[in-house]
DNA sequence: GTCCCTTTGTGAACCGGTGCACAAAGCGGG
DNA sequence: CCCGCTTTGTGCACCGGTTCACAAAGGGAC
């Protein structure tokens, strides 16, 4: 899932700290419209499904912020995580593929509040180019580099179906973006320096039936499938 | 061939391996398609989009499922991926709540094709109940003990609002249920025993702008920003 | 059967991340 | 100012996972 993420060195802040940051900022966030000054690393802990010495940890890479026998300022540890993070900035993102998801991604709320903005929806299919989703209009595939460039765009989700994914990736790339949210469920080849994030839908449930399936074994007893192949099989 | 059967395939197959095992299985259908019957490891690592050694070992934990000199059989080894992850079987599949992203999710054929049928879509709000999405019902979440009963639902998609969640997953996990796929941006509470995976769109973004920011850092000559807090910030 | 070539399966070193446990540090009370 | 309580920050042991490198195994040629 992870390509190329940095070996963070210079503030040298470790991926799986970096995945987690936005856990607490959430669960930060929720505290401050409660009006809570401070909290300790136990209390935050537990609000974001972590474990308190693992978050004590990964706070210590941003620095030292807390204050001991206190706990952590709200506030401020809200605008630090949010400044490592890089959400003190406005960034735009441009969605291309606008069928289902893509429309829903359009219109999930939960991510334009913090620092993105969506900046461009795009498509190839001249049924939907021009339709007004989100307060946005969709344009043309074909205006995908103009786009980029005019508008600033440095992330890109795509949305599209998994056919054309590698080459709106090809194109999005070679127009300077090097950040990609991936939902099509291909693996997509990019150069050093880009980063890739997947979201796989049909991977999670899978991943969901094998523990079930292992569960419902163990209750049966665990009795032994067989293992061979089965006389007629077509797939 | 046998030989080596209980020792690996019998207890554990490590979480990274499952992981994974979608992945190969997604690029040994494209294989069969394209009619190829023996394929090596290190073709198969490259369509996955890993190294050979990783994908060596994560078969191995399945068996002794290759011929060296040849490689593996492409259908004998989608067979006992497909076999390992329980996609030999039917999964029922309820979505709850039926936003834009239920509405997508719910057309998103791409998982429906393995193993897995959407039995149910589900939700609170009586505008949308009895919309019929992707050939089915939207029926109400009051029903959903009862569907969930009925239709012998094992794994349940959560796509409802981040406020709702935690009380759908109460009751789903009380229904029996004990698999959850979370869209939803809360940390949920759930019993030992019960399997949660989560998708979460907005943190996705957030760890791409860490690397993005931090690869401008570094072409900006990695200028020092301010440390401390601003002197008036209001949140 | 023997030799050579290819590719698997795996022992072992290595690496990043986790969790424990505790010393250091700050605060409030007397 | 000192004491005792709380909570941070971190050294260290541990663990799962990755990668390397190679012996073992199979196939084909002759």
């Given amino acids: 899932m992870i390509r190329r993420l940095s070996q963070a060195r210079e503030r040298g802040i470790p991926e799986a700290t970096v995945a987690r940051l936005p ?11 409660r009006a809570l000054a401070t909290v300790s690393s136990e209390d935050l802990a537990v609000a974001a499904g972590v474990n308190s010495a693992k978050l004590r940890k990964d706070l ?16 401020y540890l809200i605008y630090q995580i949010s400044r490592e993070l890089g959400l003190t900035q406005d960034w735009a993102v441009a969605i291309v593929g606008v069928g289902n998801l893509g429309r829903a991604l359009a219109n999930y709320g939960g ?5 993105f903005r969506i900046a ?12 007004r989703i989100a307060g946005l209009n969709v344009e043309h595939i074909d205006e995908l580099e103009t786009v980029i460039e005019r508008r600033g765009v440095s992330i890109v989700v795509l949305a599209t179906p998994a056919a054309a994914a590698q080459r709106v990736a090809d194109r ?28 796989d839908l049909s991977i999670e449930l899978q991943i969901l039936a094998f523990h079930e399936q292992r569960k419902a074994d163990r209750m049966t007893g665990g009795t032994a499938m067989a293992e061979e192949w089965p006389e007629a099989v077509d797939l």
């Fill in 23 to 33: 856990l607490y900022l959430r669960a930060l966030n929720g505290m401050a419209e």
């Fill in 60 to 75: 210590s890479h941003l620095g030292s912020y807390g204050t001991r026998g206190v706990g952590y300022d709200v506030e």
């Fill in 111 to 115: 991510f334009v509040s913090r620092g």
């Fill in 120 to 131: 461009a929806l795009l498509d190839a299919d001249p049924e939907v180019v021009g339709d």
């Fill in 172 to 199: 999005v790339i070679a127009a300077g973006v090097t950040s990609i949210l991936n939902f099509a469920p291909v693996v997509l080849a990019v150069p050093e320096g880009v980063d890739i994030r997947k979201v």
